[in-house]
């Protein structure tokens, strides 16, 4: 080999080398998480779920409200669709450059609660009560009996029941402490014409509610995923029956999250599951008159699920005290009561009901929601609850079609998703 | 003599082997300054992911937490998961549906649009336009005519008075309203590919093919398959290689579901990194994919020599 190829070579060596260290140091650095200050000066970064343009002006006033409390801190919103936000942010805890404050979502608070810092003691010195707040939410977002997040909204699943399609069938409308027997008989009234009375979703949200009311059984035990539970069978078949058995319900395409919403929305279900988070969109989607009611009643009760949303602070931010406070400002009265204003969530603290209720001005919501907050308990999720929620999807929709027994499903998630913890 | 002289003789245009030497040196360092940005780019997001992944693979590598070395565990597990063996079967079962399908569609369109019939360049451009929109938007479309209650369905009540199967929930009709929909959106580039190719083939030869008696169907077999095998060939190994990757599909019409009928490596491969943030597992699932892929093109390009002609 000649001098001139050596050089050629090494030359070539080292610039590939600069580059891939170049690129190497380029994967390590990132945005956020480098807020630096005081309690009382910081300028903080807040990743969170926005729907566009006009959802992150929304939200950016709630930061906003920080500010104004605080002139020493600023709040920046950096914005994420919700299909993106959860992996965004997975590998932004996971190198530590997350920004401080992260919104978190109830059902899957326990997949990163590790990475997010209990507030349990912020909330002893600057003197919040967890007694301000809807209690079942407050609990929700709790991970092994810590507080992990403050919740900005909540809400009890109840069923959403079209109230012009009750009139025409001659139907009674739905009051609290209805019973399974009288959803049914409605339902079955409801189913004509190519029309149902009902429509299912394997989604977790709206068939555990179901599995909970009909036998009490919950998903968890001691922690773990106890799918194969008799009572949790019992009860999830008999959502299952809804569809295969009582023929109330249509059957589900696969992988379709808004089939619920669309048919009911369209007119051809007469009711559905769902959070009093989308009452506001719903209402805006129908051309009928829309109630809600709380879960039909099974044999000790009607029982329901409260599920919701707050911020929580990474365990990398500089300045948990800033980020503290800055969250109590954003999930004080004044901007949860803007959002309910517009539509956006119903708030986590009852003060601010009220703003929600003029707003969305649905027949019977008040004593609805009140009754249902009050006959709800969170849902209480593992460690690997995306994974199982992910399956009940996928082999819910088996088992609403008849492809899968009921039964088999079950067993199908629970092996799949592991114990989990 | 001519002997002597033979050594100094230099013919004209030649250039002295010392300088041929120096000048293949100097061409050769260009070469290298020229190709120095794509191989750097290859290098930086081609060849190092590759190679980190297959480090990856070799962990328990949640994004949060520790770190474990599991050797070849993920592997085993892969072996052993019906999930994933499932997921195999269902690509396997989409490219053997969706490779064929779509080259006799758009080979079978291109050789009808072939003769210089009135509008041609209209139904080229017409049959392209699925490949230019959005497939998402695409996705949408077909959702609504495949879902109960939707165009399928309710057509099928109005005239005949039964419901259409349920498409996207039903097991054995998910992954046929995949490929059915695939084929519709995928076979615009394949028929360009096969339009420009027929056009090449010289007129002539099909005439005087035709003057020594040759039918329609032997002047296909004779005279255009041979031309137009290297465009076929083209063809198939792209589509076989966009196939065994195909996601966008299933992951909006079906998600994978109902259960995992149509769920596609590439979806594992997601699903397991993105959703449930376990990289080792998606890096070992991902590593199987590349190898699959590798080996199947190789074949092709092995076998090629039999059948495609580049001399003609």
């Known amino acids: 080999m000649n001098g001139t190829q050596v050089r050629s070579r090494r030359w070539l060596i080292v610039a590939v080398a600069a580059l891939m260290v170049g690129g190497l140091s380029a994967c390590g650095g990132g945005s956020g998480g480098d807020q630096s200050g005081s309690a009382d000066k910081a300028d903080l970064t807040w990743q969170f779920w926005v729907g566009g343009t ?35 942010i997975g590998t932004l805890l996971a190198s530590g450059k997350a920004p401080c404050i992260i919104g978190m979502q109830s059902l899957r608070l326990a997949s990163y609660s590790n990475a997010l810092l209990p507030l349990d003691d912020l909330m002893a010195k600057y003197n919040i009560l967890a007694g301000e707040f809807d209690k079942p939410i407050m609990d929700g977002l709790k991970a092994d009996g810590k507080q992990i997040a403050i919740p900005y909204d909540s809400g009890p699943m109840v069923v959403f029941y079209n109230r012009d399609r009750f009139k025409q069938a001659g139907l009674a409308e739905p009051k609290p402490g209805w019973t399974v027997d009288e959803f049914k008989a409605a339902a079955k009234k409801l189913t004509t014409g190519g029309r149902f009375g009902f429509v299912t979703t394997p989604g977790d949200l709206s068939s555990l509610p179901w599995v909970l009311t009909l036998t009490g059984a919950q998903p968890l035990a001691d922690g773990k995923l106890a799918l194969t539970a008799p009572s949790f069978v019992q009860g999830y078949q008999g959502y299952v029956d809804l569809v295969r058995k009582d023929k ?63 911020f929580g602070i990474s365990r990398s931010c500089k300045t948990p005290d800033a980020a503290f406070q800055a969250i109590v400002s954003m999930t004080n009265q004044k901007p949860l009561a803007a959002l309910a204003a517009a539509g956006r969530a119903y708030p986590s603290r009852p003060t601010a009901h009220e703003a929600w209720f003029t707003a969305a001005d649905i027949h019977g919501a008040r004593e609805t929601l009140d009754y249902a907050s009050a006959h709800s308990v969170p849902l209480v999720t593992s460690r690997n609850w995306v994974q199982a929620s992910d399956l009940f999807n996928r082999f819910g929709v088996q088992a609403l079609n008849g492809e899968l027994p009921a039964d088999q499903a079950l067993k199908t998630v629970q092996d799949q998703a592991g114990a989990g913890s | 003599m001519a002997t002597a002289n033979s050594t100094t003789v230099v013919p004209p245009g030649a250039v002295p082997a010392a300088r041929r030497r120096h000048g293949r040196r100097g061409d050769s360092r260009y070469a290298w300054i020229f190709l120095g940005p794509s191989l750097a780019g290859l290098a930086l997001f081609t060849l190092f992911p590759t190679a980190m992944a297959l480090g990856i693979s070799l962990f328990d590598w949640p994004v949060f937490g520790q770190r474990t070395f599991l050797g070849a565990d993920n592997y085993t597990h892969l072996l052993h998961d019906p999930i994933f063996r499932r997921v195999i079967l269902n690509t396997s079962l989409f490219v053997v549906l969706y490779v064929p399908l779509n ?33 998402v938007a695409n996705v949408m479309v077909w959702r609504l005519l495949f879902q109960p209650g939707g165009l399928l369905d309710a057509g099928a009540e109005s005239l005949f008075g039964v419901h259409a199967p349920n498409f996207l929930g039903s097991s054995n009709w998910a992954m046929p309203a995949i490929v059915a929909m695939s084929v519709w959106q995928g076979f615009g580039y394949n028929f360009l590919v096969f339009s420009a190719a027929l056009d090449q083939v010289p007129q002539s030869q099909l005439d005087s093919a035709a003057i020594d008696g040759a039918g329609l169907l032997q002047r296909f077999r004779y005279v255009t398959w041979p031309m137009i095998t290297p465009s076929i060939f083209f ?48 890096s070992a699932a991902g590593w199987v994919l590349f190898v699959i892929i590798m080996g199947i093109t190789a074949v092709q390009f092995f076998g090629q020599k039999r059948w495609v002609h580049y001399d003609v």
Do not use: C
Not at chain 1, 56 to 70: E, G, I, P, S, Y
Not at chain 1, 273 to 288: E, L
Not at chain 2, 116 to 124: C, D, L, W
Not at chain 2, 238 to 262: D, E, K, R
């Open chain 2, 235 to 282: 063809a198939t190994t792209m589509t076989l290689i966009t196939s065994f990757q195909v996601f966008a599909q299933p992951f909006i019409l079906t998600q994978g579901g109902p259960g995992v009928t149509t769920q596609t490596l590439v979806m594992y491969v997601y699903n397991q990194g993105w959703q449930f943030l376990n990289m080792g597992l998606a």
């Open chain 1, 248 to 310: 109330i319900a249509p059957p589900v395409p696969a992988g379709s999250t808004d089939f619920q919403t669309t048919q009911f929305t369209a007119g051809k279900a007469a009711m559905m599951v769902d959070g009093p988070w989308s009452v506001i969109s719903v209402k805006g989607q129908t051309k009928f008159s829309l109630g809600i009611a709380p879960m039909p009643a099974g044999p000790d009760g009607s029982k329901s699920y409260t599920a919701g949303s707050g």
């Open chain 1, 54 to 88: 006009e959802d992150q002006a929304a939200w950016q006033k709630v930061a906003d409200q920080a500010h104004t409390d605080h002139p020493g801190i600023t709040v920046k919103l950096q914005g994420a669709s919700w299909e993106n936000y959860w992996s965004k």
């Open chain 2, 103 to 135: 080259v006799i569609v758009s080979l079978g369109l291109a050789v009808w649009l072939s003769p210089r019939i009135r509008g041609r360049q209209a139904f080229r451009v017409l049959f392209f336009i699925p490949v230019m929109t959005p497939m």
